[in-house]
């Protein structure tokens, strides 16, 4: 580790860790729902279940990312974190914000919750994703500008690098674009369309800027290729994002009263965002093929490349599958939607996450890797949950053509819950899955703890 400050980022990760693990049990209590509808109930309905699950997921993936930044800057610009105290705060801050209102969602109605927040005065609250209390979405931003504004004077006062503006551009975005939360328009058609602004613009345009440069920057650390090399990649993968990730967002305007252009401009350039996954994929692969040194943290090396194989394919590949006006028409809203979101959030967000996890952990507590013992062990983690990723995948998907089949397609329709106790199987099968899942997260845990003997190396 070359700079002091960057120690900041452990705590970041640990909490980013353990939010994940409740985001996991939360996960497997609604798979559990599916199938078995009054699980638990009335302890933690449904609805709650969801919106910790959907919640917990932003948040721990929003601490990876700050603790990532703060991790990948100074080595980047070359010097100290402007202020290691403004951060360390900004922790304790966000922690506790999102601790009080999972805290709230569990212990309280909603309609409770809304009134002990004072929705009233600046009603936000009710929408999918965007639950959280008026107060809680201030404090989100009071802790994004403190953290873009730390991150910021660091870049601008230090050595500018490619892959820490791109970065920065990534955490303006992520700022500026969760804004667009507080607008809550009575008409459902603004609405929803302003709403694609938070949940659009953050995970298929902003937060694909960071994934890029953190991944740049773990792919210079272990193969040692040229900078200038991984730049000119990154450029191109951007640029593509960029321009396929805003006006994509057109593919959620299309039932929802919008002009019938979007469905022209939604289709044929959502059609186009599988490219820069690709091209993602072809960079993490050409990388390691060029490698010029053999880094002792081989399972960050492997996290590193199934991070682009598994965001082409849960974002991309899935992606595409549905996209499409004609075929979205039919499979908008169903299993299938479901299908692509956990994998891409999975393959682009949580295993780049871990994939910086691996790579800085042991690094910052001052070894170059982690035993070969403790990679082993992180390997089957990282096995366990991505092929039980591609299974939950592949039943949704499932599940979700049954579903368009028999509740849209035939001429025979049938109704809703009809259908859901057709596809029950798949939901079955899903939440064994998720199981495994939380079984292959526990092991990366326990990879953590494991002595023996360590590699052999130099820190990049």
């Known amino acids: 580790m070359k700079y002091q400050s960057q120690l900041v980022a452990q705590k970041y990760f640990i909490a980013a860790l353990s939010l994940f693990l409740g985001q996991i049990l939360f996960g497997v209590i609604m798979g559990m729902q599916y199938v078995v509808g009054d699980f638990l109930f009335p302890e933690i309905p449904f609805n709650i279940a969801r919106m910790v699950h959907t919640n917990l997921l932003i948040v721990w993936l929003l601490f990876a990312f700050m603790g990532a930044s703060y991790y990948l800057v100074p080595e980047e610009s070359e010097r100290e974190l402007y202020s290691p105290a403004l951060a360390n705060l900004m922790f304790w801050i966000f922690l506790v914000a999102g601790a009080l209102t999972v805290l709230g969602y569990l212990l309280f109605t909603y309609s409770e919750l809304a009134a002990l927040t004072f929705n009233e005065l600046w009603p936000t609250m009710g929408r999918e994703f965007l639950e959280q209390p008026t107060i809680t979405k201030v404090g989100i931003v009071i802790v994004a500008l403190a953290f873009v504004f730390n991150i910021g004077m660091t870049i601008l006062t230090g050595r500018k690098t490619v892959v820490s503006l791109v970065l920065l551009t990534g955490l303006v975005g992520l700022a500026v674009f969760f804004l667009f939360a507080f607008y809550n328009p009575v008409n459902v058609v603004l609405d929803k ?9 953050w995970v298929e345009g902003v937060w ?36 396929t990730g805003i006006i994509g967002t057109g593919h959620h305007y299309f039932w929802i009263g919008t002009p019938d252009y979007w469905q022209w401009l939604g289709s044929i350039f959502s059609a186009m965002e599988p490219i820069p996954f690709f091209m993602m994929t072809l960079f993490a692969f050409n990388m390691v093929n060029k490698r010029r ?13 199934g ?25 908008h809203g169903t299993q299938i939607t479901a299908a692509h979101g956990h994998m891409a959030f999975y393959g682009a967000y949580v295993m780049i996450s871990l994939t910086m996890i691996s790579y800085s952990m042991p690094i910052m507590r001052g070894k170059v890797a982690n035993s070969q013992a403790a990679q082993t062990l992180e390997m089957w983690s990282f096995w366990l949950m991505t092929v039980s990723m591609v299974f939950i995948t592949l039943f949704l998907t499932a599940a979700g053509i049954l579903q368009v089949y028999l509740q849209r397609f035939t001429d025979t329709p049938i109704t809703f819950m009809q259908a859901q106790e057709k596809i029950e199987i798949f939901y079955w099968l899903r939440e064994v899955s998720g199981i495994v899942f939380l079984i292959g997260l526990i092991v990366y845990f326990i990879s953590f703890f494991v002595k023996g003997e360590e590699p052999q190396g130099v820190e990049a």
């Open 307 to 331: 991070t682009a194989v598994m965001a082409f394919l849960g974002a991309g590949v899935w992606g595409f599958m549905h996209t499409l006006a004609p075929i979205n028409y039919y499979t």
């Open 208 to 243: 694909e800027l960071i994934l890029g440069a953190i991944l740049a920057f773990v792919l210079i650390k272990v193969t040692g290729v040229d900078r200038e090399v991984i730049e000119k990649w990154l450029y191109i993968i951007i640029a593509m994002t960029l321009i």
């Open 193 to 201: 369309y302003w709403w694609w602004w938070v949940v659009h613009l």
């Open 293 to 305: 040194r053999d880094h002792p943290n081989k399972a960050a090396v492997l996290w590193a490349l």
